[in-house]
């Protein structure tokens, strides 16, 4: 149930830590597989941050899909506002996170996520080349 002036309905939000690195990530299902992460219901643009993330550290993980055109731009949106952002290996197949972990084990997910986070300049050139893959 969304509360009066929610943009938008939120998985686990009640069950995180904020004071460790919090994983935003499209669906309830692949927040299941992540160490401290939540779900946004749906992809969408977050102009701000629940009130218990505002002072986080936030990675947002999108689906691994660059032939779909509405994520290529709403990661492109989160990569020009300078937030945290998973931006996939181009060697790595899998739609979402729940196809990883059945491919690679929930360990070696967690590594592709931890050492594909960018921000900022970095981010903008890894985001270039994701989607053209």
């Known amino acids: 149930m969304k509360r009066d002036g929610e943009e ?9 830590d904020p ?8 669906g309830p299902i692949d927040s299941m597989f992540i160490p ?8 969408g643009w977050l102009s701000t941050l629940p009130e218990k993330l505002r002072k986080s550290k936030v990675v947002f993980i999108f689906d691994n899909e660059p032939r779909n055109k509405e994520i290529v731009e709403l990661i492109g949106k989160y990569v020009e506002a300078g937030r945290n952002v ?11 996170i729940n196809d990883m ?3 690679f084990g ?5 590594k592709l996520i931890i050492n594909n986070v960018y921000s ?9 080349y994701w989607k053209k893959a």
């Open 8 to 16: 938008r309905l939120w998985y686990n939000l009640d069950k995180i």
């Open 19 to 26: 004071r460790e690195t919090v994983y935003v990530t499209e």
């Open 36 to 43: 401290n992460g939540v779900a946004m219901q749906g992809a």
């Open 86 to 96: 998973v931006i996939w290996p181009s060697e790595i197949d899998k739609k979402d």
């Open 101 to 103: 972990v059945l491919a």
């Open 106 to 110: 929930q360990n070696l997910t967690m």
């Open 120 to 128: 900022g300049l970095t981010a903008k050139m890894k985001y270039t």
